[in-house]
């Protein structure tokens, strides 16, 4: 069984940082997309960022130069740096990834359970 787990989220003032991290743990034979989103209340879940096995990245408008995804194969995590922080980007922030299988077996998608992050003075 995969599991993501989430850490590093938190209250922070806007202009902080914060840099979340997302580890996979389990049988697992290799990632290939991962990234980030986020639910902010009352709001559909947004796509942030993705990053490719290759280290390909994909960022929504809202956060480019501001955020930064990257990831460790090798650790089976990734990372989302967050500089200068607004309350706009206060929200439950999901890790996801795709796992890729082999012998034509179809692909599995998972979900980390979230980790909140509050931007407010």
């Known amino acids: 069984q995969v599991q993501l787990v989430e850490s590093g989220g938190g209250l922070v003032q806007p202009g902080e940082s914060l840099r979340l991290s997302c580890a996979a743990s389990?049988?697992?034979?290799?990632?290939?997309?991962m990234g980030w989103y986020r639910q902010a209340p009352g709001k559909q879940r947004e796509l942030v960022t993705t990053?490719?096995?290759?280290?390909?990245?994909n960022y929504a408008d809202s956060v480019k130069g501001r955020f930064t995804i990257s990831r460790d194969n090798a650790k089976n995590t990734v990372y989302l740096q967050m500089n200068s922080l607004k309350p706009e980007d206060t929200a439950v922030y999901y890790c996801?990834?795709?796992?890729?299988?082999?012998?034509?077996?179809?692909?599995?998608?998972?979900w980390g359970q979230g980790t909140q992050v509050t931007v407010s003075s």
């Open positions: 389990g049988s697992i034979f290799t990632f290939g997309a």
């Open positions: 990053i490719t096995s290759g280290g390909s990245t």
């Open positions: 996801n990834a795709e796992e890729v299988r082999p012998f034509g077996w179809a692909n599995r998608n998972y």
